[in-house]
Nanobody, 123 residues
Framework: QVQLVESGGGLVQAGGSLRLSCAASGRTFSTYAMGWFRQAPGKEREFVAGINWSGGSTWNSDSVKGRFTISRDNAKNTVYLEMNSLKPEDTAVYYC??????????????WGWGQGTQVTVSS
């Protein structure tokens, strides 16, 4: 089992940056792929970025490609989401979750969802 806690959200102006963190409990963190998802009001939860167990492979949605970077530090049991050039449409609650499947983008392939962290981008 893995328990996840997201942090780092906040209010930022368009064009700004934020770094989200997701701290995991448990000794098996380094064996899981990890992903970030987001959910805006009235919309479905959508995949943002994923990273394999070692950090050697990452994959992103087209909407954030070139702006967001996912990384992980297995020694700290933490996965990060660096968000640059933020846009108002990036406003959402951001969640992290674990997966046994590399390259997974469906939320059904993930588990251990945290409580989320709110990101608000003002125009």
């Amino acid at each position: 089992q893995v328990q996840l806690v997201e942090s780092g959200g906040g209010l930022v102006q368009a064009g700004g940056s934020l770094r989200l963190s997701c701290a995991a409990s448990g000794r098996t963190f380094s064996t899981y792929a990890m992903g970030w998802f987001r959910q805006a009001p009235g919309k479905e939860r959508e995949f943002v970025a994923g990273i394999n167990w070692s950090g050697g492979s990452t994959w992103n949605s087209d909407s954030v490609k070139g702006r967001f970077t996912i990384s992980r530090d297995n020694a700290k049991n933490t996965v990060y989401l660096e968000m640059n050039s933020l846009k108002p449409e990036d406003t959402a609650v951001y969640y992290c979750a674990a997966s046994r499947a590399a390259w997974a983008t469906r939320q059904y392939d993930y588990w251990g969802w945290g409580q989320g962290t709110q990101v608000t981008v003002s125009s």
